[in-house]
């Protein structure tokens, strides 16, 4: 194969300082399965036999659940229950019920068929019902170490327990905010910087990884043989946190000086769900809470795209010229739209570019370290990409490129990178021809397409794997460098490893090799990471989502 050229009162403050309280309450769980369907929030695929213990979500997440999601109390007097439309929350509703006051949650109804319904009849220690938390969707809040919902005390099988949420915490680690709880079986944010916390209050197991603000998706498993943690496409085994076995469920439990949200929560009693089942659950809660696809994972050293990445990126997605003059201009990115989160805003390159072509000028870095990438010859602004009806670059000569020309940049040979592209291959020839396109590259670190073979490679100018069976269509394409082994991914088609990839040195660029012609959507590149296995299929999932290949 030849290669291009660029070749959870005051116990839940935090400190544990009454577990005697907590027993009192009596958390503890247990396990069934559920997976949801993404995008829209309606209905629900059972991928196992039982059905979850109990299911507390502002989404519809079991497609027989025929009931309310939720009492909402309003301050100015009043309660409502709120339903959904869709299988969404009924924001619309709430907003109405809600108007000119605020509202709080007097219950949070089971959607599992159990009627385990977590109430609160103290009024000041309601979790607040918010509209719109950050990601476009509501949440249950808690700011106080006495604000939580809870049910009536439960035995539960006796053995294992899976807590399952979608949360985030605000505010600093001062307090730890329990999230979900059967019993003594807690799960939640730690006063440890940025860690995830499973606990009986005799054992407890954390996993790092829970950054601050940002919404994430978890999963605890408690066996007293074997502990897991997941927080989003990362997971980890150890411990012996076994749980109990009766006391009411918990959700939402403050802490002091903190700001805890929660939108979903499952509970399984006596059951932990396989490898499949957690990835297909994370994947699924990922693409319906968080539309940022990077907010869940390790900030990238640089990120391109025709969608917003990250929540916390509030530049424009590319500076645009015209052809027809000199003029330049600044698109950005529309508004939050459900199910898309904020798209490249189309109305407005359409307005700019009316009667001419556009090309990118800059493709702006949307990870914070302000890498923005300029062409040498400048691609073609396309807005309605073949494969994906979205917009993309497109470069049909080898001069054409977007291009990181920065000494700070030049990283050093031997250096672990993980590098990851949504684009296609428009040209295709006859088997022995030499068209390929380059989808991202880090030195002579590439990810590329030969059409002639439909196969993708990721290597560089020494080392390299491959993959075939390939088509001329819209791919997601992952590649790891790294000396211990490399790996190459395409969609969740195949995922090669074993061979030692070792990053060579260089700049980061995104380019056509030969004449081939080639649309670019998406790029990022990590520097001294390796994407894990969950990682590359969460990222994998959710580009396949958005980009509808």
């Known amino acids: 194969m030849r290669f291009g050229r660029r070749a959870l009162l005051s116990l839940l403050l935090g400190l544990f300082t009454v577990p005697a309280l907590a027993q009192s309450m009596g958390f503890g769980l247990g396990m069934q399965h559920v997976v949801v369907r993404a995008g829209g929030g309606a209905g629900v695929t059972d991928i196992v036999a039982n059905a979850p213990a109990a299911i507390y979500s502002l989404r519809k997440v079991k497609a027989s659940y025929l009931g309310p999601a939720a009492k909402l109390r309003r301050t100015t007097g009043g309660t409502s229950d709120i339903g959904f439309v869709g299988g969404d929350f009924d924001t619309a509703a709430a907003a109405t019920f809600c108007s000119a006051t605020s509202c709080f949650f007097d219950t949070w109804y089971d959607q599992s068929g159990f009627a385990r319904h977590a109430t609160q009849a103290t009024l000041a220690n309601q979790p607040a019902y918010v509209a719109d938390c950050g990601n476009g969707k509501p949440c249950a809040r808690a700011t106080t170490a006495t604000q939580l919902l809870q049910t009536s005390s439960i035995t539960w099988a006796a053995g294992k327990t899976t807590l399952s949420a979608v949360a985030q915490r605000t505010g600093g680690t ?135 990445l990250k929540s916390t990126y509030n530049g424009p997605a590319v500076r645009l010229g015209r052809a027809l003059d000199t003029t330049q201009a600044d698109i950005g990115f529309v508004g939050f739209v459900p199910g898309l989160g904020s798209p490249f805003d189309i109305a407005a390159a359409n307005a700019f570019c009316a009667g001419t072509t556009c090309f990118p000028v800059l493709w702006y870095d949307q990870s914070g370290n302000s890498q923005n990438m300029a062409p040498t010859a400048a691609p073609t602004l396309v807005l309605n990409c073949v494969g994906t009806s979205k917009p993309c670059v497109r470069t049909t000569l080898p001069t054409q490129n977007m291009f990181i020309n920065l000494a700070s940049w030049w990283f050093s040979a031997g250096k672990t990178m993980s590098i990851n592209g949504v684009g296609r291959q428009l040209t295709r020839v006859a088997p022995g021809g030499y068209l390929s396109c380059m989808f991202v590259a880090a030195g002579s670190n590439k990810i590329f397409q030969h059409a002639d073979y439909d196969v993708t490679v990721v290597g560089n100018d020494s080392y390299n794997l491959s993959i075939g069976g390939v088509a001329g269509l819209y791919h997601s394409y992952t590649g790891v460098f790294a000396a211990s082994g490399g790996v190459a991914r395409v969609d969740a088609l195949a995922e090669v490893t074993g061979t030692a990839l070792p990053g060579d040195a260089g700049n980061i660029y995104v380019a056509s090799g030969d004449a081939a012609t080639c649309d670019f959507t998406e790029l990022a590149v990590w520097l001294d990471y390796t994407l894990g296995p969950g990682e590359r299929a969460m990222l994998h999932t959710n580009q396949k989502s958005f980009w509808g290949f």
């Open 174 to 308: 001062a307090s730890r905010c329990y999230v979900v709880g059967k019993g003594n079986s807690l799960a939640g944010f730690n006063t440890l910087p940025e860690s995830w916390l499973l606990t009986d209050f005799v054992t407890e197991f954390n996993l790092s990884g829970a950054t601050e603000g940002v919404w994430h998706t978890t999963i605890g498993e408690f066996n007293a043989a074997s502990t897991l943690v997941r927080i989003d496409a990362v997971e980890t085994a150890g411990g012996n946190v076994a749980g109990s076995a009766s006391g009411p469920v918990g959700v939402v439990v403050g802490g002091a000086g903190i700001t805890c949200n929660v939108s979903e929560a499952i509970i399984w009693d006596n059951y932990t769900l396989t490898l499949d089942e957690r990835v297909a659950l994370s994947n699924n809660q990922h693409d319906y809470w968080i539309p940022y696809s990077l907010d869940a994972f390790t900030s990238p050293s640089a990120a391109y795209s025709f969608r917003k």
